[in-house]
Antibody, heavy 119, light 107 residues
Framework: EVQLLESGGGLVQPGGSLRLSCAASGFTFGNYALSWVRQAPGRGLEWVSG???????YYLDSVKGRFTISRDNSRNTLYLQMNGLRAEDTAIYYCVKGTGDTGYYFDFWGQGTLVTVSS | DIQMTQSPSSLSASVGDRVTITCRASQDINSYLVWYQQKPEQAPKSLIYGASSLQSGVPSRFSGSGSETDFTLTISSLQPEDSATYYCQQYRKYPITFGQGTRLDIK
């Protein structure tokens, strides 16, 4: 059974940093692309960042230069380092698994971790 | 970036009704289109991928059609448990983009 368990969310002041983690199990982690998708309170879904099976990464324009996605295939874990956080980054952050390495959609989602940016 | 536009933004229908939600892409995405269902306090769940392929385990009353820029999600006979918000998403190219969502309520 595929499981994605996010952690690391919380309350942070504007300008602060957080590191989200996603522990994965139930599939061959290194064979699939992964992404982070967020959902602000009462709003729709927004893709944030993705990483392919190697080191190729992609970012939403509004987080480029502030967020860094990475993966540790030996630990089956996905990360999102978030720096320079802004109020508009407040959201539930979901770890999502792609169906392949390219041309994929998201077939499994974690339950999400809440990030609140507020003073 | 590819913009995804869903309509309507919300609708209310009765059990047994046929319901259609549309999604339009701002450029050709071939069939790289997926539909998700999200219920309150839950993560989204994929229903249809490749514009028209039914995800395993999803009831057959759900179907998808379309290609290039115009897509449709149809529920053939609405059930109470279909009350949810539905999102389309393109995966043709980065950045991956979602429609704004369609909230479906049961009368």
């Amino acid at each position: 059974e595929v499981q994605l368990l996010e952690s690391g969310g919380g309350l942070v002041q504007p300008g602060g940093s957080l590191r989200l983690s996603c522990a994965a199990s139930g599939f061959t982690f290194g064979n699939y692309a992964l992404s982070w998708v967020r959902q602000a309170p009462g709003r729709g879904l927004e893709w944030v960042s993705g990483i392919r099976t190697g080191t190729t990464t992609y970012y939403l324009d509004s987080v480029k230069g502030r967020f860094t996605i990475s993966r540790d295939n030996s630990r089956n874990t996905l990360y999102l380092q978030m720096n320079g956080l802004r109020a508009e980054d407040t959201a539930i952050y979901y770890c999502v698994k792609g169906t392949g390495d390219t041309g994929y959609y998201f077939d499994f989602w974690g339950q999400g971790t809440l990030v609140t940016v507020s003073s | 970036d590819i913009q995804m536009t869903q309509s309507p933004s919300s609708l209310s229908a009765s059990v047994g009704d046929r319901v259609t939600i549309t999604c339009r892409a701002s450029q050709d995405i071939n069939s790289y289109l997926v539909w998700y269902q999200q219920k309150p306090e839950q993560a989204p769940k994929s229903l249809i991928y490749g514009a028209s392929s039914l995800q395993s385990g999803v009831p057959s009353r759900f179907s998808g059609s379309g290609s290039e820029t115009d897509f449709t999600l149809t529920i053939s006979s609405l059930q109470p448990e279909d009350s949810a918000t539905y999102y389309c998403q393109q995966y043709r190219k980065y950045p991956i983009t979602f429609g704004q969502g369609t909230r479906l309520d049961i009368k």
